[in-house]
C-alpha cells in the first residue's frame, strides 16, 4: 500500500474506489444468496475500514484527512442544521424497521462504515491528492465520481429513476461535503452526515410517506430538489463564513 500511495496518491485513490465497489458489488449479491440483509456487506465494510483505519495511523495520516476533532465552536453547532436535516429527512415522517431486528443492526452498522469509507476515499485520498495540482478541478472530479459511484446501485437492482436521482442527489451532497472538509479541515463532520444519511434509509417509513407525497417518483422528484436547494445555500454559506488559510468560527 506504501508503494503505491507514495508514487501517486490519486492512483491509490482509485484502487481504493475499485476495491470498495467491487467489494460492496460482491457482498450485496451474497447477500440475496444467503437471503440475510446487508450482513456480508457490514463484513466487508467493517474489515475494509479497519484495514484503512490502521493504515493511517500507522503512517501519522490522520491529521492529513482531517480524522480530527472540528476546531468549530460548539456555541457555533447550529451552522450545521442544514445539513443534518437533509440527513434526517427519510424518517421525517415516522420510524418503522423494515427489516428483522439483527438485519437491522447489520443494515446500520454497513451503513456508518460506508459513512468513512466514501468520505475517506473520496474527500481524502481523492480529493486530497489531485488538490496539490488544482483546487477547482479536485473539487469537481471528487463530487462528480462519487455521485457516478452510485450507478453499481443498477447492477443491485435498483430502479433506474431511483438511480438517476441518487447520482444527481450524490453529486450535490459530494460538491457540499467536499466544500465543507476544502475549508473547515476536518473530514468528520462528513462522515457523521453521511453515516446518519445512509443509516436512517433502514428505519425510514415508506408508506407514511408515500401517503403524503401520492407516489414514488414524485417523493424522489420532490426530497432531491429540495436537498439540491438546500444543499446549495449552504455551500454558499460555507464559502463566505470560512477561510482557506485557516479555521475560524462561524460569524
Not at 452498522?109 to 473520496?122: A, H, P, Q
Request: aromatic share 12%; charged share 15%; net charge positive.
Amino acid at each position: 500500500m506504501n508503494k503505491i500511495y507514495k508514487k501517486n496518491e490519486v492512483t491509490f485513490a482509485i484502487i481504493c474506489i475499485v476495491i470498495y465497489v467491487v467489494g460492496t458489488s460482491i457482498a450485496e449479491s451474497i447477500a440475496e444468496t444467503v437471503e440475510i440483509v446487508k450482513l456480508p456487506s457490514m463484513i466487508f465494510h467493517i474489515g475494509f475500514s479497519v484495514i484503512l483505519l490502521a493504515w493511517l495511523r500507522k503512517n501519522d495520516l490522520f491529521e492529513k484527512y482531517g480524522l480530527l476533532k472540528p476546531e468549530y465552536n460548539l456555541s457555533k453547532a447550529w451552522f450545521f442544521i442544514p445539513l443534518m436535516i437533509v440527513g434526517l429527512s427519510s424518517i421525517f415522517f415516522g420510524v418503522k424497521l423494515n427489516y428483522s431486528i439483527p438485519e437491522t443492526a447489520f443494515y446500520i452498522i454497513s451503513m456508518i462504515c460506508v459513512g468513512f469509507l466514501e468520505e475517506i476515499i473520496f474527500r481524502g485520498f481523492l480529493f486530497v491528492g489531485m488538490a496539490k495540482k488544482n483546487v477547482k478541478s479536485a473539487i469537481i472530479v471528487s463530487s462528480i465520481t462519487f455521485g457516478i459511484g452510485h450507478i453499481v446501485n443498477l447492477l443491485n437492482g435498483q430502479d433506474l429513476l431511483e438511480t438517476l436521482l441518487q447520482i444527481v442527489f450524490a453529486i450535490v451532497v459530494g460538491f457540499t461535503l467536499v466544500t465543507l472538509f476544502y475549508k473547515g479541515k476536518s473530514l468528520l463532520p462528513c462522515i457523521i452526515f453521511h453515516g446518519i444519511n445512509n443509516a436512517c434509509s433502514a428505519i425510514s417509513n415508506e408508506e407514511a410517506s408515500l401517503k403524503v407525497f401520492g407516489s414514488v417518483e414524485r417523493e424522489l422528484y420532490i426530497s432531491v430538489t429540495i436537498a439540491v436547494v438546500l444543499l446549495t445555500i449552504y455551500c454558499i454559506a460555507i464559502w463566505k463564513t470560512f477561510r482557506t488559510s485557516a479555521i475560524e468560527d462561524v460569524k
